[in-house]
């Protein structure tokens, strides 16, 4: 998946106290959850791999987006808006 909706105003009220490197920490997961069109692996080390967090308050941030914005389940970090975008554009 290479496009996907982004609703602006939903987007700023859900992360309205966030900083600039939590911001980027939640674009960078939920692109990389598109762009696989699954969940998020368990392993954090190689998500924060690819999402290129290297700082630690970006590896804290990354932490703290999976932690309160996604569900850690069996098969990995899911995410409801994100699962039912990828079924629409699926079918």
Same mark, same amino acid.
Request: charged residues 25%.
């Given at each position: ?5 982004? %609703? =602006? ?23 990389l ?6 969940? =998020? ?7 924060? *791999?690819?999402?290129?967090a %290297? ?7 990354? *932490?703290?987006? =999976?932690? %309160?914005?996604f569900? *850690?389940?069996?098969v ?8 039912? =975008? ?6």
């Amino acid at each position: 998946m290479h496009y996907f909706k982004f %609703n =602006l105003k939903d987007y700023a009220f859900a992360t309205m106290y966030f900083d600039y490197v939590h911001h980027g920490a939640y674009l960078k997961l939920i692109s990389l959850y598109y762009e696989t069109e699954k969940p =998020l692996p368990l392993d954090v080390d190689f998500v924060l *791999k690819r999402v290129m967090a %290297n700082k630690q308050e970006e590896i804290d941030a990354v *932490k703290h987006i =999976l932690d %309160n914005f996604f569900t *850690k389940t069996e098969v990995g970090y899911v995410q409801k808006r994100c699962d039912d =975008l990828i079924a629409k554009y699926q079918a």
